[in-house]
């Protein structure tokens, strides 16, 4: 069965399998199907027993995403988890951030964070960050919408819609510093994956009460 979860921030996506286990006591096979970071919130598909084999085609499905971006600070993490340090700024206008942003949509290669758990000859490339190792690795996404939703600079939201693997936070790194201005994502809300969506998403204090069963999803309901 697929259990679609609403995680607050604060929690890895380990933390919340770990959770559910304990406070529903499930004894079975559990897995996720795509990670959230800890600072990030939203949609969670746990995927329980028979259905952790399901993890592959989840990788085919779009994601959609709510960010909220700093701008003219920069983190060596690109996101708010990182040391926040002052970084280039400029006044931009909306209308200037809408001209770039139909730029990223298709098919882009995009960098892989340095501190990010992708990996080089074994090795999490963090890890090697950490050391002061840098490796670049890139690999090819695509965005199928990029829609700004607020815009009241220093803070702006955009809503992406991206394909399975892609890294929201070099994204938004990427649009801005095409605008000459560093930023760094200090929000980050996952509404959807495929079919699936953050309003019909089991909350965590309903592992509890077993109320958690009346979310359950079938994998029947997938299309082949």
Not at 199 to 215: G, L, V
Request: charged share 30%; proline share 5%.
């Amino acid at each position: 069965m697929i259990l679609p979860v609403n995680k607050p921030p604060g929690l890895s996506s380990f933390d919340v399998i770990r959770i559910f286990k304990k406070k529903a006591k499930f004894t079975g096979k559990v897995g996720h199907a795509g990670t959230l970071d800890p600072f990030a919130c939203g949609l969670l598909i746990l995927l329980l027993n028979s259905s952790t084999k399901l993890f592959d085609k989840f990788q085919t499905f779009k994601k959609t995403y709510l960010a909220g971006v700093k701008l003219g600070e920069k983190s060596q993490t690109l996101d708010v988890e990182g040391n926040i340090e002052k970084g280039e700024y400029k006044k931009i206008s909306k209308e200037a951030l809408l001209e770039v942003l139909p730029q990223f949509k298709g098919k882009i290669t995009q960098k892989v964070p340095e501190f990010s758990a992708a990996k080089y000859k074994g090795k999490p490339l963090y890890k090697l960050a950490k050391k002061g190792r840098v490796v670049e690795k890139f690999k090819e996404v695509e965005v199928f919408d990029a829609k700004l939703v607020a815009f009241k600079p220093p803070l702006v939201v955009l809503k992406l819609t991206v394909s399975s693997g892609a890294y929201i936070r070099s994204l938004t790194f990427d649009i801005f510093k095409k605008l000459g201005i560093d930023s760094f994502l200090y929000f980050l809300k996952r509404e959807t994956i495929g079919p699936f969506t953050l309003d019909r998403a089991c909350k965590i204090e309903e592992f509890e009460n077993q109320s958690w069963k009346k979310k359950l999803i079938s994998p029947k309901q997938l299309k082949p």
